[in-house]
């Protein structure tokens, strides 16, 4: 094909043009305009989340996972205690970062079909006072299922406990209001709900946490109090920025902004995740998770039982018309996902739901549906 | 003005509009066609190095700090003892990321206008045997130094010590043949003489040293035996990468096979180096280094005495000029510093010696001869 296949993924995804075209210069990253894209996309990003009386917000090179690695090593103290709440692959990965970093951690699970716990929750922070610090992921895109943020963060506050939130394909896509709920960090990066493209993470840490956060990294890259502070006394970044990434998240941003932000993202992928729910259940696919669980980001859907069926030659079929799928992550039963993010509509949706008919039949495979 | 400023920096530094338009597109960081990238860029970063019977190369996310750290904890166990030979700022960094870290590191002191010396680390090696193993910068670009990759990897091999080679800004550029250098690992990153963006690193690690590194990172995003082996495994990186950094580099590498390789850039650099140089001198301004030392990557030059001079207005005049030069990063007496890699030839150079010129007589500035 000489068009771009559109990606259905959880990110990197399909972003406009015009935040490509952002990349087509050098910055020098000492340089006084690089400084002012960077403070540009820091202050952005703060009022996403109504966060600028109550957090500060520290960019970090590398991927997402990066950020929440640097989260936690500039948090959580050597003798802290991590809570994971565990309802899926992304939860048992901040479990084993924590893990590495010489960290005490305790994986809580919970079905990877249903959110986690508020109350559950509740119970072990009563029975359990050495917790010092929870982690929760907002949006488990292992399965696709949208946790209780809210809910969690009020258990938490409750019992004074530090929240560590992993929001990483939730964050400018699902409501998060730092006015309203109580989190000391909130990680997100570049290439997700944001549009921008991959090559950065942001964490969000509440002011009243950092000054105290001095020290604790035992990683000179990933720690995010060192970082703050250089990038507040210079308006630079301390190592060398991805700066084309940055300028294109800035890029993005302003689209974003001028579409109307959070809300109407919300709609948007709300309207992708309807159309695409909505034509696969037409050929006959159901959707791993109840409705009530899903959120608008990624959709799960159990493998089609027909023998025919496989899905390398599946993403193969669908991707030559121009679709790019995602594989499954779950372990207990066989399944793909469909990912509802990145500039598209639902005009794009209809066109994967139509690809992915005729992928099934060059298969010969003639239901969706599954065992 | 509307022409892009030209980079006169140590990177992020002046790229080709091919490389930049290679970002014009979404890839899949699941997708085969970007594990062929990957791949392709994997075979050509050790074909640089004639490293394919020696060494693995494995790619990291984040800037090539990230890599270096990567590279410390990933090669030096939890009891190693690291000697870094100590002529520069870069040098005091990577003591930095090992005492962090935990490792127990020693700093071995030279003048920062002189390169290491191989006998000193001889009788340093002869004299303590707990040392594990030792840190090089290739190329200190704190000043610009040159240092004995050779010599010092031959008193490493001698004394069976790992070496650790920093080798950012000089990779690419000045000749390093794994077949005739011993060592351990060697880091460098997309954003330098390869002409890439920047936004990620890369470490060369000798296979008969990967396999005994298993276990030994305390960090999972930074552990390069298994991102390696995952690498090797799947075909794609363990998170999220880059991936418009990725084909950048990938196209990068592209122009720079096509132009020649390492001896076409390392004349490219030389020829930039001497004009730069050359040209400064008969503005009187004097280079920090001597010439038996001075890498033709980055130059420091000595601030002008005149009383008029002031680095701040002087980087202004000269960009309002389209040259972005670099700050000095000597603390001891006041330098500012010229990059001479990059997308750019004796031509700019000597435009950029032009633009000195009319910027010292904004100043005021009869010369640039120091105290």
């Known amino acids: 094909m000489s068009h771009d296949a559109?990606?259905?993924t959880p990110g990197p995804l399909t972003t406009t043009l015009r935040?490509?075209?952002?990349?087509?210069?050098?910055?020098?990253?000492?340089?006084?305009?690089?400084?002012?894209?960077?403070?540009?996309?820091?202050?952005?990003?703060?009022?996403?989340?109504h966060g600028e009386d109550s957090h500060a917000v520290v960019p970090l090179q590398g991927s997402g996972t990066f950020s929440i690695e640097a989260a936690v090593t500039?948090?959580?103290?050597?003798?802290?205690?991590?809570?994971?709440?565990?309802?899926?692959?992304?939860?048992?990965?901040?479990?084993k970062i924590s893990t590495m970093m010489g960290r005490r951690c305790t994986l809580m699970p919970f079905a990877d079909h249903e959110a986690v716990s508020p109350s559950a929750l509740q119970q072990q922070l009563a029975a359990d006072s050495s917790i010092t610090h929870v982690v929760l992921i907002h949006c488990e895109t292992g399965a696709g299922?949208?946790?209780?943020?809210?809910?969690?963060?009020?258990?938490?506050?409750?019992?004074?406990?530090?929240l560590i939130v992993d929001a990483m394909s939730s964050f400018a896509a699902i409501e998060i209001d730092a006015r309203k709920t109580h989190f000391d960090a909130l990680i997100a990066a570049s290439g997700k709900c944001l549009e921008g493209v991959?090559?950065?993470?942001?964490?969000?840490?509440?002011?009243?946490?950092?000054?105290?956060?001095a020290g604790q990294s035992q990683s000179l890259a990933m720690d995010l109090y060192d970082q703050h502070a250089y990038m507040e006394k210079t308006g630079q970044w301390r190592f060398t920025p991805p700066t084309h990434v940055v300028v294109a998240l800035a890029e993005a941003i302003a689209q974003f902004e001028e579409a109307g932000g959070q809300p109407a993202r919300l709609a948007r992928y709300t309207s992708n995740c309807q159309t695409l729910i909505?034509?696969?259940?037409?050929?006959?696919?159901?959707p791993f998770l109840e409705p009530s669980v899903q959120a608008p980001i990624i959709v799960?859907?159990?493998?089609?039982?027909?023998?025919?069926?496989?899905?390398?030659?599946?993403y193969d079929a669908a991707k030559a018309r121009g679709f790019?799928?995602?594989?499954?992550?779950?372990?207990q039963v066989e399944t793909f996902r469909v990912g509802c993010i990145g500039a598209i509509g639902p005009v794009e949706m209809a066109q994967a739901v139509h690809a992915v008919a005729l992928a099934l039949n060059d298969l010969g495979v003639a239901s969706g549906e599954p065992g």
């Not at 500039?74 to 479990?95: F, S």
């Not at 799960?300 to 599946?314: I, M, Q, V």
């Not at 790019?324 to 372990?331: A, D, Q, R």
Request: glycine fraction near 8%; hydrophobic fraction near 50%.
């Open 74 to 95: 500039t948090l959580v103290p050597q003798n802290g205690h991590i809570l994971v709440l565990d309802n899926g692959a992304y939860c048992k990965r901040a479990a």
């Open 300 to 314: 799960t859907f159990l493998a089609p039982a027909h023998p025919n069926y496989e899905f390398r030659r599946f």
């Open 145 to 162: 299922v949208l946790n209780p943020l809210q809910a969690v963060a009020d258990v938490c506050a409750a019992f004074k406990k530090g």
């Open 278 to 286: 909505a034509g696969m259940k037409a050929l006959g696919f159901k």
């Open 198 to 213: 991959a090559g950065m993470g942001f964490v969000f840490i509440r002011k009243a946490v950092l000054d105290g956060c």
């Open 6 to 8: 559109i990606l259905l």
């Open 19 to 49: 935040t490509k075209l952002a990349m087509l210069r050098d910055w020098g990253s000492w340089d006084v305009e690089f400084n002012q894209v960077t403070a540009r996309v820091r202050r952005s990003l703060l009022q996403i989340i």
């Open 324 to 331: 790019i799928m995602y594989p499954g992550k779950l372990t």
